[in-house]
Structures are given as C-alpha cells and as structure tokens.
C-alpha cells in the first residue's frame, strides 16, 4: 500500500476519463533510419514521485520526467552501471569512463559536465534516501542494479525543489518483496576479462517484505592499467504496521579495493593506441579504494483519507584513498595520496494534505531536510605507489538544513498550477591540523543560503493531450572537492561563490493510442558558474566565470508498432555557451563569450528497435543506435573529442518451466568498431583529456529464478 497516493484528483479524472554539425530533424531522420528505438512493450502512463513528491502520473506534471523500467535495466544488460539505461532519456549524458577510480561522469542539460570524478549538479536518491552529500557531491558506485524496480529521471525547474542542485534529479528504487518467494542467480561474461555475477531473494510472509541482492564484478579493463573489482549489496526489509502505517528499512554496502587509474590520453596518445595508460599512471600506481555502507529507514503514515507524514533518517561511513598521479612532496603541497574518512546522515520530515479551493482539488506538500556530513581529510606525499609522508590533515564538516513547500491546484477542469519554494542553508567548515613553518593554518568556513522558487502550469487540452510552463531558479554550491585546493598554495579555496540559475521550459505530452510523445524547449540562464581552472594528474581547481546560457529541446517517443515491434526514440539538442568573457587556465588565456561549455555534447541521440515476435513470445531482438555531438575539452576550446555514432545489437530470452524461469542474452556494442572517445577530462593541464571508449565488445549472460 502507497500510504503517499493522497495526490490531486488526476484532471481526466475531472473531465469524462480522461563544432556545429546538422539539424537535429536530419539526425533524427538519420537514427530512425539506421535503428529507430526501443524495447519492449513501453508503459505509456508511468505513476512517478520524484518530481513533485507525490504519487502521480508523469503525463500530468509540468515537467520533464522520465521513468527506466525494470524489463530496460534487466533485458539484455550486463546491469554494472547505470549508464547502460540512462542513455535513453533526452537531455541526460551518461558517460562510462572505462575507468572505476573516477566513476561515471553523468551531465544532465550540460549540469554535472565539468565533474572530474563522481556526479555533481545532479542530485542522486535510493528509495527517498540520499545517495548525494550536502555539498552536492554523488557517487553512483553503490547502486546495486539487481534489486532495481525502476528509476526515474527529473530534469529543468523542478529538480530546485531538491536544493543543491540545479540539473537535474536520479531516483533508483529498490524492489519491494512480495509472494510468492523467489531465489535468483545471474552471470554475466563479457570483454577484457569482465565478470558480474549476483543472487538475489526476495519475498513476504504476512505483513513482512524483503528483497536482498549481492553481486561481484571485475575486469581487467579495456585500457591498460584499468583493472578494477567491485562488491555491492543490497537489503530492503518493509513491515505494514498497520493499515495506515508502513515502515521500510535499507541498507547498501560497497566494497571496491585497488581500482586502477589509466588517467587520460593526449590527441597523439589515443590516436596512437586508445588502450595504453599515461605512463605516469604506472610510475605512480594510479589506483582508488572504496568501502561505504548506509543504513536508513523511512516510516509512512496516513492520518486518514487526506493527510500522510513521511519521516526518513540514514546514516553511513565512506572511507576512500586515492593515489594521484604526482608525489606531493613539495611543503605546501596537499599531498599525492587523498585519504578520506567520512562519516555522514541526515533526517527529513514531509507532510502531505489533500483539500479543496473553490471546488477544485489542492494537494500541500511541506518538509525540511537535515544533512551533515564529517570528513578527515588526509594528504600524504606518493613515494611512486607507496604510501610517504603526511602533507595534509584537516576536519571537514559541511552540512545543509532546508525547508520546502509545495501545492498543486487545479483551479480549472482544464488547469492545474503547481508552485514551490525551497530555502536552503549550507555550510562548509575546516579545521587545519597540518601547521607548519611552511604550512600555515589554512582553518576557515564558507556559508551559502539561498530561496528558490518554482511555478507551473498545465493546460489539459484532451485527455490525449497536455501542454505546460515551469519557470524556476537553482543554485549550485561548490563541493568539497571543488573547495579543496587553491589555484597556488595549500588551503580551500574558499573564495568560490554558488552559480545561481534561472530556467523556463515549456513543453507538451501526448498519448496517442499505444503511442507516447513528450517535447520540450528550455532556457537557462546562470551566474557565477564554476568552472574548471586547471587539473594535473588528478588534482584540479576551480574557479567561478561570468555568466552562461542553455537553449536546448528535448524529443522522447515510445511506441507499440505492431507485429511484435516496439521503438523508442530519444532526441536533445542544446546550445551551452559562455555569455560573459574571463580569463582561464594555466598559464590564463582569454575565453571570448559565445564560446561553448566544456564536457557539453551539442547534439545526442538514441534510438531502438524491438522485436518480439508473436509466435516466439519468449524472444527479442533488437537494434540500438546512439549518436553524440563533439565535446571541448577546455573553457577555451582548444580541442574537441569529436562526434561519434555507434551501433549496438541485443538477443535476450526467457521461458518458464514450472516454477522456474530461465533466460539468458548476446549483447554486441559498437558493431562496427568504432574508435571514439567516451568522456573528457575537462581543463587537463597535461592535455590528457581524452578517455577513450572501447571498440567491438561482447557480453553473454544467463540467469534462473526459482519461484520457492
């Protein structure tokens, strides 16, 4: 039971039920042609919660929301990474580094692209539980894609409702357990020495339900020096307390010792051999470990048919070391070894009310977050791959309190507004413990606070159609990482100021038949955006630059097109610049305005097509194409990682017998052997930036579930 369903009527409810390269209508043309999209049979009218907090039909919110359901994460993937499936919302760029020290780098609308490591401007959530710091800083790492139900993808004004963030917003839930019992065991092989193998249970026994899942990964790496292994798991235990009471518990743990760090490329380098390492990543041991678990709970309750609280409170411990690709000797240096323990939680309260306004329906949401998190930072010299002296030792605490609030009114049959507020409260604080005649006390604190508004409005025009406008304003704070070196000296860089964005998007759904059709247009302004002002050999700077813009459209279509095909389509196109020029780089060079953002792809676009044929309903086939625009590597544009267009093909089956399932799958990626590069390293002093993506690979899986 969703003790949270106390939204608004549904409005058919109300009514009788109801560098530059071509168009993007030419690529659009030429993806359909070569690929045209999707998989199986799409859910046309998902229910979705991230964007506005409550249970609701996407087709209805104004806003851009996409939902992966569980047959897209399962079917024909390996299920390591998250970048597997995100590929098929519009506006979202999910890049495999091929490199497990630095995770994946995810952008969504061009937020998040200048991360050298992890995702940031991109806020990440498991099951109403922060998988993102206060200082906005996430890790997709811990998510155990086994257990996963669904995720949902929000992206423009509304993700300012969530705070530090101004991009966008990924949501993963877990599965919840039911009857009857089931005990499964996947395994998957692939390219360059890659298994994943997991099992997972599942079930409930009266009012108990549980899902628990671990898998182990490793490879040796398409890349040398690229080797990495992985251990996650996943428990989720809910108890229905009563008829009006439900009490769910999580927890995660990820276990990843030694990845290894290939670094990036030079032009010359990856034209060369795309697979080889700096060398430098070799004479340093490049390398990162990670152990991290988190442990949270959230209780639901419903006062009755109008009223429901929600309280959540986790907790959980990160401990990371990183060696860099330098030794750090130097007395001021911060060190060539990064240490990290952190210990981090947080609480939150919502409270959802249903009423009516002059006959129409209202639905009130209200709530504050608290989330802290406590951080010693070591610095320690590299002695080629050994742990060497310390150079760094500081207490980092940084900590958000928020206060939210948020109505849905449909004042009109034809009309619902929706309008929000978010104030935010962030603070950075450091305690230097590393004092010398060389190294001064570089102790010191930062505070950021702002209010951000957000106001919609859905015109419903059919029950097949809706049409909406949302305007809303963002903020985005440094992080700590961002803060945690100074372009010269040692000490945060605590001069950084939050960009500070303002967003209009207006857009259309359609449900034609089995057809789904979303579109959207948005601009963004922002001010004080932090860039990148110089990185070498894992260590960057940032810096703030004047102001930038966003113009961009979005194209998403999914549709059953008989005889056992299913496509989906989706299109961005966006136009990310500098408006104000300023100076960047090491050595500084002028960046003229009009000059485009660094890690931002101008055009993307994937596509799919799925056959299952009608007399051999336990297979399906099906085509994947995927295009992505050229990327600067530099504020300056210096150099671009250059467009590319690859094509993937997938086999998948399954087929019961008796009480047990079996399947199985071939993925084959980049069909033709493309060589291209899969992400940036944006402002790499050394001019590495390229992290080359691996050619022709292949993936074999197979898995039994017993229904017990």
Known sequence: MDFLRVTAARPGALRKRAPRGGSLAGLAALVMAAAAAAAEPVELDPVVVTATRQSQRSFDLPASVDTIERAAIEQGQPMINLSETLVRVPGVLAQNRQNYAQDLQISSRGFGARATFGVRGVRLYQDDIPATMPDGQGQTGSFQLLATRRIEVLRGPFSTLYGNAAGGVISVFSESGSEPDTLGATAVAGSFGTWNAGVKVDGASGAFGYVAAINRFTTDGFRDHSAAERTLSVAKLSYEASPRTRVVVLGTTQDQPGSQDPLGLTRSQWEEDPRQADA???????????HHYQVGARVDHAFDDASALRVTAYGGHRRVRQYLAFTGVGPTSSGGVTDL????????VKLFHRTRWLDGPVTLVAGVDYDRQDERRRGYVNDFGSLGDLRRDEDDVVRNADLYAQLEWQFAPRFTLTAGFRSSDVEFRSTDAYVTAANPDDSGAASYRKTTPVLGLVFHASDAWNVYATYGEGFETPTFAELAYRAQGPGLNLDLRAAESRALEIGAKARLGAHRLNLAAFAIDTDDEIVTGAAT?????????????????????DGDLGGGLAAHVALAYLRAEFADAFTSGSPPVDVPGGTRLPGVAERTAYAELAWTPPALRWLTVALE??????????????????????????????????????????????????????????????GRFFEPAPGRNVFVGAGVEWRL
């Not at 050999?537 to 279509?557: D, K, Q």
């Not at 590319?644 to 079996?662: E, F, K, L, W």
């Open 280 to 290: 430098v990543a070799t004479l340093f041991d490049t390398r990162k470990s990670v």
């Open 625 to 686: 194409a995927q295009h992505v625009g050229s990327i600067a590597v530099n504020d300056r544009n210096s150099d671009f990682a250059p467009a590319y267009t690859i094509a993937n093909v997938r086999v998948s089956a399954q087929h019961d017998i008796a009480n047990v399932r079996v399947s199985g799958f071939v993925r084959v990626n980049n069909l033709a052997d493309r060589n291209y590069i899969g992400s940036v390293i944006v402002g790499d002093t050394n």
């Open 341 to 348: 323990d952190r210990d981090f939680g947080g609480a939150s």
């Open 537 to 557: 050999g894992g260590r960057t700077t940032f810096r703030n630059a004047g102001s930038t813009r966003r113009r961009g459209v979005e194209v998403a279509w």
